[in-house]
């Protein structure tokens, strides 16, 4: 069993930055894809982006290409999402993802592949 926790959200000016956090517990993660999405007010939860567990590749959503960036360390048993100029757009509850990889280069977009989730933390994009 895998427990999740994010943390690193809150409440930014637009064009700022945010890095989040999310740890794992129970079990290394190096062995698991990792996603984050995001959930905004009165939406369904979204595809943000992905990274596989060797870390050698990553997706983006098309709303946050080249803005944000997806990094992990596998010793730290944590994944990052820096986040940056940030748009009121981007305002929602983001959660991390877990889903147990036999390949290093494999990522997963949906959110039915996942195996395991965080609480989820805020970002708040003020215009």
């Known amino acids: 069993q895998v427990q999740l926790v994010e943390s690193g959200g809150g409440l930014v000016q637009a064009g700022g930055s945010l890095r989040l956090s999310c740890t794992g517990s129970?079990?290394?993660?190096?062995?698991?894809?990792m996603g984050w999405f995001r959930q905004a007010p009165g939406q369904l939860r979204a595809f943000v982006g992905a990274?596989?567990?060797?870390?050698?590749?990553?997706d983006y959503a098309d709303s946050v290409k080249g803005r944000f960036a997806i990094s992990r360390d596998n010793a730290k048993n944590t994944v990052y999402l820096q986040m940056n100029s940030l748009k009121p757009e981007d305002t929602a509850v983001y959660y991390c993802?877990?889903?147990?990889?036999?390949?290093?280069?494999?990522?997963?977009?949906?959110?039915?592949?996942?195996?395991?989730w965080g609480q989820g933390t805020q970002v708040t994009v003020s215009s």
């Open positions: 990274i596989s567990w060797s870390a050698a590749n990553t």
């Open positions: 129970g079990h290394t993660l190096s062995i698991y894809a």
């Open positions: 993802a877990a889903k147990e990889s036999y390949s290093g280069s494999y990522y997963y977009t949906t959110q039915n592949e996942y195996h395991y």
